[in-house]
């Protein structure tokens, strides 16, 4: 039976983006590589029930590693893998492992309190987790300056308390975490005193964000607005959903963050909203362009060809190249360094190999492919050849049975001869 026992060490490991107070965005699958010689890949089954059969992804051996970016706060989802050989035999499932983000909930964006005066808030009631009990999370705050902000931890209610004679606004940041590191987060703007504001903020020069595919860009929201009666630290800014395009908003310093997926360039259009303590709002329709940037298409390894049967032997390079801007039928291919290999390559990427009858040993080279935009990626292939008459010779060696969970002993050298 295809061995499966290799594939119990599942386990999960977060990966949190790097911006402040980021949510976690991501999370990464390992597990214990198969030491069969004939492994081919992994396939990644995934669910939000127990032993899931919907496949997520296939791993090239002998990557051992899946991100999966794609997962949502408040789901618990279920993992497991099969491994696959040569042959296209799939193990049996490896052990499930499960996981979830806690995901922060109808918690208010903006609330006031006089001078003073003082809110508290229930935590367990904005918060829900699937894997965790609401006392096994731990919970932050930040961002206050004049406002007093308390956490009990064993009770988890939270007290902010403005302090007498206070008019102001501030940003308070609140963080869950779960035992496995998992964190959601919200803002909330706490508004104290009497003072109303009348005039709206007006969003200003912001029409077009531009920046380079697999890039960033920062720009300061405050240079963006004006507001008569309104001080900039006290307006909260927010944007509308994208689908390729995401932005982070630092809310004690109103500094946006601009990425997009990665390999990705083109247009979207994302709305952004600001409004001061008193709910007066302005929004504006941004569009955001990814500029191209050209990437260099990707050699992997090449096999080592075998011509002591024979003088000439042909390899399909274009299954070895892989491109994210352009076809592989645009690559066009080169090599240097051979002496005694013949090599020829078709503008398709067929590549012909040939020696001298005469000719034994091995040689290794290198073979180079180019995208139209002149980027490119180099590969090294060995060709060897021996004298057949010289070799070992295995004989006698038949197929072999035996019953699941048992083993067999071969002495191979049996089943083997050599002239010399």
């Known amino acids: 039976m295809w061995n499966n026992k290799y594939l119990v060490q599942l386990i999960l490991i977060f990966s949190t983006l790097s911006f402040t107070l980021a949510q976690t965005q991501k999370w990464t699958l ?122 009990n931890q064993s009770t988890r209610v939270l007290t902010i308390t403005a302090p007498t004679g206070w008019d102001g606004s501030e940003i308070i940041d609140l963080s869950a975490t779960d035992p496995d590191g998992f964190f959601d987060t919200f803002s909330m703007q706490v508004h104290a005193g009497n003072v109303i504001s009348t005039s709206p903020p007006e969003i200003v020069s912001l029409n077009q964000i531009e920046f380079a595919e697999d890039g960033t860009r920062q720009i ?44 990705w360039n083109g247009t979207e259009k994302i709305w952004f909203f600001v409004k001061d303590p008193e709910e007066n709002k302005d929004s504006v329709e941004v569009t955001v362009v990814v500029t191209a940037v050209n990437d260099a298409p990707v050699f992997s390894a090449l096999p080592s060809i075998n011509l002591s049967s024979t003088t000439s032997a042909t390899l399909n390079l274009s299954k070895y190249v892989t491109d994210v801007d352009h076809d592989v039928s645009l690559m066009t291919w080169a090599y240097s360094g051979n002496q005694n290999v013949n090599v020829d390559i078709s503008p398709q990427g067929i590549a012909s190999f040939s020696v001298d009858q005469s000719w034994q040993g091995n040689e290794k080279f290198d073979l180079f492919v180019q995208d139209p935009a002149g980027a490119q990626d180099t590969a090294g292939i060995t060709i060897y050849r021996q004298n057949q008459a010289e070799a070992p010779v295995i004989s006698g060696l038949d197929d072999v049975t035996l019953l699941e969970d048992t083993e067999l002993q071969i002495e191979l050298n049996d089943y083997v001869s050599d002239p010399n």
Do not use: C
């Open 220 to 263: 300061d929201l405050n240079d963006h607005v004006n507001d008569n009666d309104t001080p900039k630290s006290n307006l909260f800014w927010y944007t509308g959903s994208s689908a390729k395009v995401q932005v982070v908003i630092n809310h004690n310093t109103n500094i946006a963050v601009f990425t997009a997926e990665e390999n």
């Open 30 to 151: 390992e597990w214990d590589p198969n030491p069969e010689s004939d492994m081919l890949r992994y396939e990644v089954y995934r669910g939000t029930s127990p032993s899931p059969t919907g496949k997520l992804a296939d791993v090239d051996h002998p990557t051992t590693t899946y991100e999966d970016n794609d997962i949502e706060k408040g789901v618990l989802y279920y993992y497991r893998l099969k491994a696959v050989n040569t042959a296209y035999q799939a193990s049996e499932f490896s052990d499930q492992i499960s996981a979830a983000i806690p995901k922060i909930t109808n918690f208010p964006s903006s609330v006031q309190l006089d001078a003073g005066s003082e809110l508290t808030f229930n935590l367990d009631d904005y918060v829900d987790d699937p894997d965790h009990a609401d006392d096994l999370l731990t919970w932050q705050a930040s961002g206050n300056t004049d406002l007093q902000v308390q956490i």
